[in-house]
């Protein structure tokens, strides 16, 4: 298999699926053989734009015959959180494997049935935990590894969305905790490789939409880790100057900073003073590397050349300590963790 093409199916083409069939059209060793969508007129747009055309659509209804495919080797999740499980299980059943959107399920318990069923399968199942493959980031968590600033004393990492508030699905695509936050919970496990031992966490909402959903557009979470580490998780549903985020981690030995990107990196100095590009205005621009490496690690993984870098551990983890930041929050404690 290692030198063959991997063919592959995609679940659901909205906000991040045509970014991960952009990732497969670059790729030389990915081959899409199907689509699957209850959308068809959405999907054959996505796959005209990104030259895929030869894919075959399927409705999502009919998804039978792709799981009856013995030519297919894996699938890619890109469908709204609560029908991961399902997808993820049925194609596990089914010898495929998967690569799934993040978070891995709706919670820590069905997201762990789902690491089961692929240890039973013996299948890789990669959570895409995608600022883990960043450059930026992935360098950063491998100097810290080294011990480039020594002993980490702190993490902050900020992760401020551009969202339309107008937006109709926003009530819909799961609380900020579990669904958004979550990305910079991993990434500061990710950096210290280890676990917390403590969760606490605060949010409020701006706009209404948000407080209707008893949900927060604006929200903290802190964390302590065993050797001493403390992290501050920030993240906001919307920004309205671009696509904000960084990653500082500070050590005894120094400071790791991952700084936001622009459109591009050119500085316009004046009698006025300096100017520069806006900030990237959103995930599909400032991670657009890091999902293709993602793929790039998924088509090592199935074709035995690489282990997978989110483990089972990881992909529930980060979980388990929202859940527990949204618990922190409703009672106004600091909970500890037992890993
Ligand atoms: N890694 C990231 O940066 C990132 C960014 C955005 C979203 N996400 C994650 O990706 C997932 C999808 O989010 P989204 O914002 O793209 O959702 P979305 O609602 O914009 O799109 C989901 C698409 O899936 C289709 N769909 C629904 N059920 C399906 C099924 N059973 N089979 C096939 N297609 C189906 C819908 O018709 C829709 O087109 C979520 O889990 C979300 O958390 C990750």
Request: with cysteine; glycine share 6%; net charge negative.
């Amino acid at each position: 298999m290692a030198n063959t093409k991997i063919e592959l199916a995609l679940f659901g083409v909205g906000r991040i699926g045509p970014t991960h069939l952009n990732s497969i059209a670059r790729h030389p060793r990915a081959h899409l053989k199907y689509l699957v969508e209850f959308d068809l007129a959405l999907a054959k747009k996505c796959l005209d734009e990104e030259g895929l055309e030869d894919a075959v659509i399927v409705p999502a209804n009919e998804v039978a015959k792709v799981y009856a495919d013995k030519s297919l080797h894996g699938v890619i999740v890109c469908t709204p959180t609560p029908t991961h499980q399902k997808i993820i299980t049925e194609s596990l059943r089914a010898g495929k494997a998967v690569f799934t959107e993040k978070p891995l399920a709706h919670d820590s318990a069905a997201a762990d049935e789902c690491y089961k069923v692929a240890e039973e399968c013996k299948l890789p199942l990669l959570c895409g935990f995608n600022r883990r493959f960043d450059p930026t980031y992935d360098s950063i968590i491998k100097r810290v590894g080294e011990g480039a600033i020594g002993h980490v004393r702190y993490i902050k990492t900020t992760l401020r969305d551009t969202m339309d508030p107008s937006w109709p699905m926003l009530g819909t695509i799961g609380t900020c905790w579990v669904d958004l936050l979550i990305h910079d919970v991993d990434l500061a496990c990710a950096v210290m490789g280890e676990l917390p031992i403590t969760v606490s966490a605060d949010g409020d909402a701006f706009a209404d939409v948000i407080r209707k959903n008893n949900d927060f557009d604006q929200a903290i979470i802190n964390l302590k880790f065993p050797s001493g580490a403390l992290a501050t998780v920030e993240a906001s549903r919307f920004c309205n100057y671009g696509y904000d985020q960084r990653l500082e981690v500070f050590g005894i030995g120094g400071m790791l900073e991952g700084a936001n990107f622009h459109d591009d990196q050119s500085k316009l100095y004046t009698a006025n003073g300096m100017n520069r590009p806006l900030l990237q205005p959103s995930f599909q621009q400032r991670y657009r590397e890091s999902y293709y490496l993602e793929l790039d690690h998924f088509i090592k993984v199935i074709q035995g050349k690489e282990k997978l870098r989110v483990t089972r551990k990881d992909g529930v983890a980060a979980i388990k300590i929202c859940e527990t930041a949204e618990k922190a929050n409703a009672t106004k404690s600091t909970i500890s963790l037992q890993w």
